[in-house]
């Protein structure tokens, strides 16, 4: 049986390139939306969601942060994929024939220097891959997408040029989410910890709240803070820390953050990847 994974964007996104990458052989399954990826899991459509959290250029993924709580849905790893923008056109177009660049806002801001260079008016477009799809079917010689790769396999476009972004640590982190926790065995090294909480409306409550983490040496390498329900009083976090649940000292600094919190949810604990582990401490 052909196991599913789902992401939001068309094929030839990032996200399925993360899909690819972290589970080879497996179906990619795109969808519209964060919501509709996270459907796909809940209607086992799918066994597995790629969502990316955040990006080491252009931050978190808001609607990530906001929607992942309330999907009933559990983290069970996390993945690394460095984002390696081309330069994409249809077959006959040359670096002097183009006139304009089309692909999602986020990704023509981190090409600005290619775009001065050759001189390309951006075009805003819904994703990358769509912007390939676009430019596959539209044809001529003036027009070229930023993209992946893969999406130019997928679309048959021409790769005019690699790693065009500005920034060669241009990394975006996924959450892999599946309907049931999977979490590693007590003792396990190398374990990360996501949860939510909300603090009690007293003074210092977060300060006392994060204190046991510091206490008990839990190192905290995610803490995020939003909005609910569009109270400016209403603050949730978000929280990645290094370490299993049950972990003495994890379970010691998780007992005190209840004491100061109106609600901790652990979303879910998984194996930390490759990448975090070679860059911890940089």
């Not at 002097?96 to 023509?108: D, E, F, I, Y």
């Not at 910890?193 to 390498?221: C, D, E, H, Q």
């Not at 929280?239 to 649940?245: K, R």
Request: glycine share 8%; proline share 5%.
């Amino acid at each position: 049986m052909t196991q599913t994974i789902a992401f939001q964007g068309l094929l030839g996104a990032y996200s399925d390139l993360a899909c690819r990458a972290a589970y080879p052989g497996w179906q990619t399954l795109p969808c519209p939306s964060f919501e509709a990826a996270m459907d796909a899991v809940r209607s086992d459509a799918a066994q597995l969601a790629m969502l990316p959290c955040e990006n080491s250029l252009a931050g978190r993924v808001p609607d990530i942060h906001r929607l992942l709580p309330e999907s009933g849905l559990s983290v069970v790893g996390e993945h690394f994929e460095r984002v390696e923008h081309c330069l994409l056109a249809p077959q006959g177009a040359t670096l002097a024939s183009l006139k304009r660049a089309h692909s999602h806002p986020v990704a023509l801001g981190q090409v600005r220097n290619i775009l001065r260079d050759l001189n390309l008016v951006p075009v805003i477009e819904a994703d990358t891959a769509g912007a390939a799809a676009l430019i596959a079917e539209r044809g001529g010689i003036e027009d070229a997408a930023i993209a992946s790769a893969l999406a130019a396999e997928i679309y048959g476009l021409e790769i005019l040029q690699q790693n065009v972004e500005d920034a060669a640590h241009n990394t975006t982190r996924f959450y892999v989410c599946s309907r049931t926790p999977a979490p590693p065995l007590s003792g396990t090294a190398d374990c990360v910890t996501s949860f939510v909480f909300r603090v009690r409306n007293i003074p210092a409550a977060l300060y006392k709240a994060l204190g046991g983490f510091a206490t008990n040496g839990v190192n905290m390498t995610k803490l995020e803070s939003y909005m609910l329900d569009g109270e400016f009083t209403a603050t949730q976090f978000l929280a990645d820390v290094d370490g299993h649940p049950e972990d003495s000292n994890l379970r010691l600094a998780l007992e005190e953050l209840h004491y100061f919190s109106r609600e901790v949810r652990v979303l879910g604990t998984y194996k930390a990847h490759p990448y975090r582990l070679a860059h911890q401490g940089k």
